[in-house]
């Protein structure tokens, strides 16, 4: 158990719709990051908030936003979901900012669009 | 520009030493980390190199050469569990300091 928690485990829905999802970091991390897996593929960076605020953007869609709330808890919004946006994602965090530590994954929320 | 590559497959025999290469091409390295992802679970991390050398972690162990652009992951003592995908992710100064992903390198153990 790595301390960081996913909401929810699976999520199906249909395309054009929006959904939510939700991490909680591990106790005193700061940093949280967004990932994407498809099927077989790589891990793609979505984004990351450290301390509330974004720090960094990698290739996420203008269909999907991210934030970080004050208690550190952060949720990426899926809107207009298209097939191609069935996925794992996966939450990571980490005590700093920079990526001198390494990142600590939750279980990840399967998104299954039909 | 950036870029990370690893053998997409590789398979080995349960008992035996598999190495994992790893090598990057990136604009101002700051450190290495290697991680292990099961199939349909989250990535867990095994090790960070930032200075040239071996890391020695019981069955694992991570070696990084700077100069060459180069890392491979050393797993000793094959076991069936150790059947997974396993990740390279460079830290990269001048993207902040932000992790460069590789697209893995899945390891299949045979008996």
């Known amino acids: 158990d790595s301390g960081v928690t996913q909401t929810p485990k699976h999520l199906i829905t249909a395309t054009g719709q929006r959904v939510t999802l939700r991490c909680s970091p591990r106790?005193?991390?700061?940093?949280v990051y967004w990932y994407q897996q498809s099927l077989d593929q790589g891990l793609q960076f979505l984004i990351q908030?450290?301390?509330?605020?974004?720090?960094a953007k990698g290739n996420i869609l203008e269909r999907f936003s991210a934030q970080q709330f004050p208690d550190l808890h952060s949720e990426l919004n899926l809107s207009s979901l298209e097939l191609g946006d069935s996925a794992l994602y996966f939450c990571?965090?980490?005590?700093?900012?920079?990526?001198?530590?390494?990142?600590?994954f939750g279980p990840g929320t399967r998104l299954t669009v039909t | 520009g950036q870029n990370i590559d690893q053998p997409t497959e590789m398979t080995a025999t349960e008992g035996a030493i598999v190495q994992i290469n790893c090598t990057y091409q990136t604009s101002g390295f700051n450190g290495l980390f290697w991680y292990q992802q099961h199939a349909g679970e989250a990535p867990t991390f095994l090790s960070y190199?930032?200075l040239d050398g071996l890391e020695e972690k019981g069955r694992f162990s991570s070696f990084l050469s700077r100069s060459k652009g180069y890392s491979y992951l050393l797993l000793k003592e094959l076991q069936m569990k150790d059947s997974a995908s396993y990740l390279c992710a460079v830290r990269e100064v001048d993207s902040n300091y932000q992790l460069i992903w590789g697209a893995g390198t899945k390891l299949i153990i045979k008996p």
């Open positions: 908030y450290y301390n509330g605020e974004e720090r």
């Open positions: 190199n930032v």
């Open positions: 106790s005193g991390d700061l940093s």
């Open positions: 990571a965090s980490s005590v700093g900012g920079d990526n001198s530590y390494e990142q600590y």
